[in-house]
């Protein structure tokens, strides 16, 4: 090992303890069967596929716990990554919280990371990790936008809404995971924003509030959130190229 990697050690943290409920009746989203494998699996192995990430700290719903201990120990992942599962909260924003607090002092890189983008390919990964330890205190991956986006002022549902606004399409990007913080920052971060309502879905706006610069780096179209039953027959065709392709 470089010197450099044992100054900085990354882990990912992937909050799971919500139940999903988008893809329809059945197992939570991050346990339904991609390939035959459950997504949280796919997901773990995606951050344990980068050779920078040393620990994937899964946060589970409270109840759970075991159960999700007892499904990673069913899947064959690497080696030589470290895995913890740790109970979760009642929202996001206090899932990784929880799933911070749970790491070794001297992991410095922390990633976050959506159970529910599980072919998020390593160079993504790696490319998040560089830029932080490049010195920027909080990175995202993301895409520009192929749609136009309207602003609009929110009406009743399936009612006509009026447009407010029209941003210009070329500032605009689409945020994916993994999210990558300066482990104080992320700490910072959670202890001064205050947790309201379902909480912050984005770690990043989190840092954005507290002034500090937040950086994009170039995502990946295979990096999409499997949220809808489309979703979900998109990630098998994926899923299926890669081992066609590559033995994936």
């Not at 139940?19 to 035959?36: D, S, V």
């Not at 002092?105 to 990633?111: A, S």
């Not at 990371?113 to 995202?140: E, Y």
Request: hydrophobic share 45%.
């Amino acid at each position: 090992m470089s010197d450099e990697s044992s100054r900085h050690r990354t882990a990912a943290v992937i909050p799971a303890a919500g139940r999903g409920i988008r893809l329809g009746p059945g197992a939570p989203k991050a346990l339904r069967a991609l390939g035959g494998t459950p997504m949280l699996v796919h997901a773990v192995r995606a951050m344990a596929a980068s050779r920078a990430v040393s620990l994937v700290v899964l946060v589970a719903p409270p109840e759970d716990t075991a159960a999700v201990r007892l499904l990673l120990d069913e899947h064959s992942l690497p080696t030589r990554t470290d895995y913890l599962v740790v109970p979760g909260g009642g929202t996001r924003q206090e899932s990784v919280r929880l799933g911070v607090e749970a790491l070794p002092d001297d992991i410095t890189t922390v990633l976050v990371h959506d159970a529910a983008r599980p072919l998020v390919p390593v160079d993504t990964v790696d490319a998040v990790v560089d830029a932080v330890r490049a010195g920027a205190p909080a990175v995202v991956p993301a895409l520009p936008l192929t749609d136009t986006v309207k602003e609009v002022e929110p009406g009743e549902r399936d009612q006509p809404e009026p447009v407010v606004a029209t941003p210009e399409r070329a500032r605009l990007r689409a945020v994916q995971t993994p999210q990558g913080f300066d482990r104080e920052t992320l700490v910072r971060a959670h202890l001064t924003v205050p947790l309201a309502g379902q909480g912050a879905t984005d770690d990043a706006g989190l840092v954005e509030r507290l002034g500090e610069p937040v950086v994009v780096v170039p995502g990946h179209e295979e990096a999409f959130k499997v949220t809808r039953p489309l979703d979900l027959l998109l990630a098998e065709a994926v899923l299926a190229r890669r081992r066609a392709n590559d033995g994936f």
